[in-house]
């Protein structure tokens, strides 16, 4: 996936972004269980974004509000097993006739349940089974 650091994008969008990010944070606080990894370790597990984005279990594309809204699964096997969505939005890139995907939240969780809540929309891709 090429990378852009140059990529501008509208206030619109960016109002939007922040308004989803909002939604999804309570979405998942009040989802989250008690023994879950907790919000304010979210963090720790940032290194682990680019291998999610480009090496996804599971990837889920849903419109929303007119937006194409991407998530990215992956599950991994460090500390104790943890799954990570990467949640974002397609936005149209004139220049490059390509879709640029900006990041709206990231989060971790060792419970299915939060999970499936946000897996949803059209499942694009998905790992190869032998």
Known sequence: ???REDFIISEEIVEWIGLKKSEYLSKIVSLQLADDIGFEEFHQFDSFI??????PDKVFENPEDDQRVR???KSYTEKSGFHQM???VLIDDKQSNADVFV???SFVSKKSNLIKEFSIGRLISRPTLN
């Open 1 to 3: 996936m090429e990378r």
């Open 50 to 55: 680019p291998n999610t984005i480009e090496f």
């Open 71 to 73: 998530t990215y699964l």
């Open 86 to 88: 990467v949640i974002g």
């Open 103 to 105: 990041p709206i939240i």
